[in-house]
């Protein structure tokens, strides 16, 4: 079975710093791996994702990821923070294992961004 | 634009009542979720359903049924809410999974409180 940790439940960083927001997974098959980012009062949007092939994936509002499977992680960074940043981060991993039909996610338990001015 | 939308923001609700949660998705989309989310415990999957009339249990399932009569729309249900089912639900729904086409785009969340 699938599992994601996140590591730091907050984090804090002045406007202008690198973001580095950490995420673990396990998964017995070679996995699926999403970073969806929630803002104050709404519902989750994908940030981006590894399927297959480049293992350095670039999403929107300018951050990226990172597969390595030799670490099992998908870490989160941004070069430079913005205040607009500030939000709540969930690292997820997909099932697989069947091959059609719904494809399951497995969250991680969050990580929230603070930005210092 | 792939468009969720949940039939309630806030709800409060009585302890012992039947509470229904209606989840309508715009994409014709065959695969729906529903989650909650609660502090420290990220998102946990209570129910899914990949067709119409179609479900499954997620992780969480008990306490809750499910309804997915027509292909747009699916619905959790409380049959009798408790104090411990406040929380934030929301839902999602995808593609089937076709290599690339299984991200799943949420709804703005029901934040329930039962008193």
């Known amino acids: 079975a699938q599992s994601v940790t996140q590591l730091g439940s907050h984090v804090s960083v002045s406007e202008g710093a690198l973001v580095l927001l950490r995420c673990n997974y396990s998964s017995s098959v070679p996995p699926y791996l999403f970073w969806y980012v929630q803002y104050p009062n709404q519902g989750l949007q994908l940030l981006l994702k590894?399927?297959?092939?480049?293992?350095l994936v670039k999403g929107i509002n300018g951050f990226e990821a990172e597969f390595k499977k030799s670490e099992t992680s998908f870490h989160l960074t941004k070069p430079s923070a913005h205040m607009s940043d500030a939000a709540e981060y969930f690292c997820a991993v997909s099932d697989r294992e069947r091959g059609q039909g719904a494809q399951k996610l497995v969250f991680g338990q969050g990580t929230r961004l603070t930005i210092n001015p | 634009d792939v468009k969720v939308t949940q039939s309630s923001r806030y709800l409060v609700k009585r302890t012992g009542e039947k509470v229904f949660l209606e989840c309508v998705q715009d994409?014709?989309?065959?695969?729906m979720f529903w989650y909650r989310q609660d502090p420290g415990l990220g998102l946990r999957l209570i129910y899914f359903s990949y067709d119409v009339k179609m479900k499954e249990k997620g992780d969480i399932p008990e306490g809750y049924s499910v309804s997915r009569e027509k292909k747009e729309r699916f619905s959790l249900i409380l049959e009798s809410a408790s104090t411990n089912q406040t929380s934030m639900y929301l839902c999602?729904?995808?593609?089937?999974?076709?290599?690339?086409?299984?991200?799943?785009?949420f709804g703005p969340g029901t934040r329930l409180l039962v008193l």
């Open positions: 999602a729904s995808s593609l089937p999974f076709k290599g690339q086409r299984e991200t799943q785009y």
């Open positions: 590894y399927t297959t092939g480049a293992t």
């Open positions: 994409m014709d989309h065959e695969n």
